[in-house]
């Protein structure tokens, strides 16, 4: 269906194109555009962005970077088995899975690979630019939905891999979010070379769970003046990215995020720790227990416990596709640097603030502003 | 340490003086007053309200009316057994446990009682207006605080008890509080009399728990787009109010409130039902389960279930404090009839919107009103 | 794949033959004796039960009656829709659904159906019979999985529906099982005629999910010497039982079922109410909140809670399956009237006892009384 | 109340008896021994146990070893201001508190301790025979209740400060109970040495929550054939132990515990970790999430979880008095070595079942036969 592009048409290049959340993202994508479901936790395709100029879901077109080498009708079946595509959609939209795995290209560095960083960003620069320009496109976001990388250490020289990715969404001239915990573009040198380039950047670390919860709890306390003593949290999920997060060090980048909204929400950080479980069998599904022991009146002990049972990639997918036609939309428009009118989406934005309430308002007036600038 | 009334002194007259909620509220101002527990739960403490204007805690005087006849020194007794009151506290604060308890009158009307309602409205804002002389206060705010009252059937000629309080508030010139779910002012005649004699009113029902969560959780999901298909829930309590809403009829009212809130943010009323159930074993102490089913991106299923335990009158006390400073510094301040300003606190509120973070907004909004005002 | 039927081969007749329990009962039975999936779920594939005796799933031939007209094969794609049956399984065991399709009677009685009640049972037992020869059964068992009846009124002089299909399964000479609420063979007539006719009966409501771990939670209670205050459980459920249940006559049943476990496990009915809610969106899904409310040590407040999410077709089908293989070969080793040794599958049994580890116990005693019987 | 010693009067010897669960003990034997509260919680005063020849209450006497110094009935008021003891309590049997008091001794080593092991043990056991000697007592049961101690690594030649303490038990020539997770007598030559002294002992680490919980649950699933694929647990607590438990090395020891009834009654291990944190706003009472993943029938997927909020030294007291009188009648009715009898109370016990129900029956028997010795 997307088989005449038109000028104008926007690219999505993703860091991690044949993950979970890529896959859904793409199925997901041409499935909404056909009419097949209807666009379900889509921010974007409420009444309050209808005026913002945003590309249309049938004009993305996607391709992108990964160490795997599954193809993606196949990843979509596989998805489909694990319960988180529904049954036949693979089917339906095998076109567009195809058409979008043709245009992934091989991620790095591999084992053994001899390449230096330069030739690495090189090489992505490159490929993203192919694509482009193959596609005669209008701009490519370029979306990091790859595993979380391990926490780097303060004192290594090296540039974490995400940010390899992010230099190369710069040195070809990208717009780019991440998606993610890692680093990306959270660097000084990467975050003054984004805006002194005129590329606008949003991230980072998705909130589709447990702290998109703790959002809006968080706030109800504080409002309410009553006296979070101690906010406990384990989260049990079984994707890749439970898997990725049982290693210590990735798990610290991401934990950091999730405890920044209590402690910019309630002034303090209060007692309590955050574990994430890899657990295989629970596949996509993620389960997160969250425990609030606060105080009421005259120091009455209450308890507030939260479980959220969601499926990781439907709920990061339409965020994603949310953040490809913001993004791409804002460069259009002139804008650059970081976007802190995308805090509704992140865990650990780029400044904002940090109540999903005041978050939506920031977004709502950062649709407006995409719409005034057309 | 009341002992010299200055002029200015502000009542709070209590309808259910005897209840939970009313000793609370009464042994906890005097604690709070006197620096012995900082005040956790009273939002008019925070820094926004600094500048309103409100009448001090230590300027408040309580009476009340009440069929009961347990003594509030040992009511509060009661409270601290069934761990509702600190320890100690009772003990610190009888002396204005026993001044409240002298202001207290008899409600009605009681068994094989005769009087009319006008006889018995004429009591009550007897009753009221001699104790604000009595005190040489400057005004007098009635609170109703006691248990709620079966609905009343459409075609009952009669006024439901807790109108005729209301009624009486308006007799004798008062500004009226309904933070129980019975009908209160909330009938035609009686709002439009309030609003023609000049006094402010607002109700009804305080939030303090499941419906408090629900006015924050249900616009999560509406900004996020995600189709909330199912919202049940259930409340155990066994203070007097798990008995009196045992009472189908009972809880008929307040379970229309805590739907409303659904309504109103989700636009539409998802399936599911709210049980209240009386466990005395669990005295003061309610837990509330509530369970949503949601559809994600592509129809995906996903859960959220919440569990809250508080203590029903140490949630309920400060915000009735709350309300009595908010609404005698309104009518100080000249306003009249409904109080939309005050969502903050009502399930079933007098306009306004539903989401808590916007009913926060126009609190504060309201609380600057009032100091513009001064 | 069951083509060729071998003298001893044994009917299994559901009362309810279309509905989601038998549906995956027939499709499971077929897919488990194929070796497509393991006999999770089945007590009787276990070790213990090895030397029993039992028929093996393949000598199992299946027919039933329905007043519904939906394919088995439909209601297959429906559940594998649904989630309820594994993508692929439907279309694997097809041969098997159409086969057990073709033996589906009408039930009744239908709307507007002038039969008297003693034609019904003889149309039904004629049905039974009918089916028994056609295919050379050695036996037949009659197991009802309909949906839950409204308890009939004590004065009410006509047997419950249930109890006519009981009659027929008496008259046709056939062990029965009611794995329902339903009064099925629950009658001092009915009962004294299957211990008459030496046929061997079991019931009644399966014991799946809230009861099954009330089952196992008391005894440790009880052990402990831990005081239960009160036991207060909401279920939530969408399927035809969901339905069936929102009826308080029908739940009345099941309710009582639900509270027998604990009063004979803790000697005394704690406080607490049990809600069924009908949820159409969860579909066969059902969820089960538990709160208990107990003392400990010195009159110490504490509290369990329990959240049970399972598919109700998936947990009940291969107890059903069970049950027609034990109460089957009890029959042929000539037992009769009610068999307490099945207390463990059922909410309200037939004597024995009430924790579930003493059910399993008599259990395996049953079972190796069946094996000493060959 | 205990003034009048009898012969016969058993001593009760606490490793770590200033700690929450020794001043609960002392406290609470006293409180129902006077008849101030029912023994909830203890297993030994229910009627199996009757005829087994038990020491009364009224004749246990306390005393014990522990490095703190704050005397007991202060203990008492800091227990009863968290919640954990009943108001008046402390005072009612503050005579027998100041009596337990004078018999407790420091523990050690100490901070510069230079005292070789052997010193400590000598001295230790002299404490204790004084103890028995002062009060004249029949014997002296020695239970450790201490903070558990880090697991020693296994190229470690010094014995662990838990196996001193046992050692002296044994020097003493008095059975030995370890109710903590530390090593305690579970070491060969300690084991091997109490049974050719004669002397019984039972361990290790009292079940009173999470373990308790699974020891039932986990059971219900291998009987009824579902595939337990994920059982993962957080434990929220702040006492004390919360504090040790932080630990990784402490935490160790318990959550091998916590694992071994899975393994013993699953047959494998299945996925899932086990978390324990120090939140010191939660005290004395503990909170432990348990989420099990399991599957049904032809592979559905299905969730149990469970939540237990209760104060750990009011879980623990009732058994460590129960063990005080049942380790204490094994010794005088003749038994020696490792007592598989009471795996009932214990997370890692000495041999036996695994599953509570079958140590239920166990204790029973253990119980019966204590009787029949008299």
């Known amino acids: 269906m997307l088989e005449e592009r038109r000028v104008g048409d926007v690219g999505v290049w993703f860091v991690g194109a044949r993950g979970s959340v890529a896959t859904t993202a793409v199925a997901g994508c041409a499935a909404v555009a056909a009419g097949l479901h209807p666009p379900v936790g889509m921010v974007t395709e409420t009444p309050p962005f209808a005026a913002s100029g945003l590309p249309s879901l049938s004009s993305l077109v996607f391709g992108g970077h990964d160490t795997a080498t599954c193809p993606l009708p196949k990843r979509a ?185 209590l402690t910019d929400t309630l002034g303090h950080a209060p007692e309590g720790e955050v574990h994430i479980d890899d657990v295989p069998s629970l596949g996509d599904w993620k389960t997160a227990w969250d425990h609030v022991a606060f105080d009421g009146f005259l120091g009455s002990r209450m308890v507030l416990q939260t479980i959220w049972q969601g499926c990781d990639s439907a709920l990061a997918a339409p965020l ?30 780029d400044g904002g603030p940090a109540a999903l309430s005041e978050q939506y308002t920031a977004l709502l007036s950062f649709a407006a502003r995409l719409g005034d600038a057309r």
Chains 1, 2, 3, 4 share one sequence.
């Open 320 to 349: 994603v596709l949310d953040l490809a036609r913001l993004v791409a939309r804002a460069h259009e428009a002139g804008l650059s640097g970081p976007l802190p009118g995308l805090g509704f989406y992140f865990k650990d934005p």
């Open 77 to 261: 079946e596989e998805l489909t088995a694990a319960g988180v595509l529904p049954h036949g959609l693979a089917a339906a939209v095998r076109g567009e899975l195809t058409a979008a795995d043709i245009d992934i290209r091989p991620g790095g560095p591999s084992a053994g690979d001899t390449r230096t960083d330069d030739e690495l960003v090189a090489r992505f620069a490159s490929d993203i630019t192919d694509f482009t320009h193959r596609h005669g496109l209008a701009r490519t976001v370029v979306i990091n939905v790859a595993s979380t990388e391990p926490t780097p250490a303060p004192d290594d020289p090296r540039p974490a891999p995400s940010s390899l990715y992010a230099a190369a969404a710069l040195r070809a001239g990208c717009p780019y979010v991440n998606f993610t915990p890692s680093t990306g573009a959270r660097t000084p040198a990467l975050a003054d070379a984004f805006a002194a380039r005129g590329l606008p950047h949003a991230g980072r670390d998705g909130k589709t769970g447990q702290t998109l919860l703790r959002s809006v709890l968080a706030p109800m306390f504080t409002q309410r003046a009553l006296a979070v003593r101690a906010w406990s949290g384990t989260n049990l999920l079984g994707g890749g990215d439970g898997a990725a997060l049982a290693d210590p060090a990735a798990a610290a980048a991401k934990n950091a995020g999730k405890e920044r909204v």
